[in-house]
């Protein structure tokens, strides 16, 4: 998760839960760490299980939140998601979605990367 403040990264993923939750998706696990990188949330779409990237940005300056997702972060995402897959000996379609939210709302782009 990456937010202007702590605080308002923190209120931004719980918000992105809610916001999934809302619509079908079912709660999983949040912040898993590892050394290499983080999944902000875990979900389950029916059997699909889906990694969420929570952004937070508090101005559009620069493309917002939507536009706030590096390369680089996106694959330390990819390494800790095969990670967990291979702990939890996930055999299941997995994909990887991205909460943009500003102050002017919410965006789930789905399969962002």
Same mark, same amino acid.
């Given at each position: 998760m990456t937010a202007d403040n702590p605080n308002q990264g923190q209120i931004a993923e719980h918000a992105a839960r809610q916001y999934l939750q809302q619509r079908g998706l079912i709660f999983v696990e949040q912040n898993v760490r590892y050394r290499f990188g983080e999944i902000d949330i875990v979900m389950k779409d029916?059997?699909?299980?889906?990694?969420?990237?929570? !952004?937070?940005?508090?101005?559009?300056?620069?493309?917002?939140?939507?536009? =706030?997702? =590096?390369?680089?972060?996106?694959?330390?995402?990819? !390494?800790?998601?095969?990670?967990?897959?291979?702990l939890n000996r996930i055999d299941a379609i997995c994909r990887f979605d991205v909460i943009a939210a500003d102050p002017q709302g919410i965006q789930w782009i789905r399969d962002a990367f």
């Open positions: 029916g059997s699909d299980w889906v990694f969420v990237e929570v !952004k937070y940005r508090s101005a559009s300056q620069y493309g917002g939140a939507v536009n =706030s997702l =590096s390369a680089a972060q996106a694959g330390r995402i990819r !390494k800790a998601a095969s990670h967990y897959i291979q």
